[in-house]
């Protein structure tokens, strides 16, 4: 079993910055990768930022440039520092790591989400 925490949501003004942490245990193959999803109510939850264990990135274009995500694959560790922040970026935030022996036995793991609140 896999068990993923989040942690650093708050409350911040327009054009601040917060930084999420992601802390992710149990059993983790090597072959993985963790990312950030938002999801405000009555809508689908999507894709922020996502970084394979290899380094590879992805990132939603309303986020690139002002989000970063990073990883620390020696502990599992993810991070999403966010800049410039704007009122349409408050969401529930949830960390995923996805994981498995290979690239065809994956199983995604999802955190209880941290909320992001971003004043105008």
């Known amino acids: 079993q896999v068990q993923v925490v989040e942690s650093g949501g708050g409350l911040v003004q327009a054009g601040g910055s917060l930084r999420l942490s992601c802390v992710a245990s149990g059993s983790i193959f090597s072959n993985n990768a963790m990312g950030w999803y938002r999801q405000t109510p009555g809508k689908q939850r999507e894709l922020v930022a996502t970084?394979?264990?290899?380094?590879?990135?992805d990132y939603a274009d309303s986020v690139k440039g002002r989000f970063t995500i990073s990883r620390d694959n020696t502990k599992n560790l993810a991070f999403l520092q966010m800049n410039s922040l704007k009122p349409e970026d408050t969401a529930v935030y949830y960390c995923k790591i996805t994981t498995g022996r290979s690239a065809y036995t994956t199983r995604d793991y999802w955190g209880q989400g941290t909320q992001v609140t971003v004043s105008s």
């Open positions: 970084m394979a264990s290899g380094g590879r990135t």
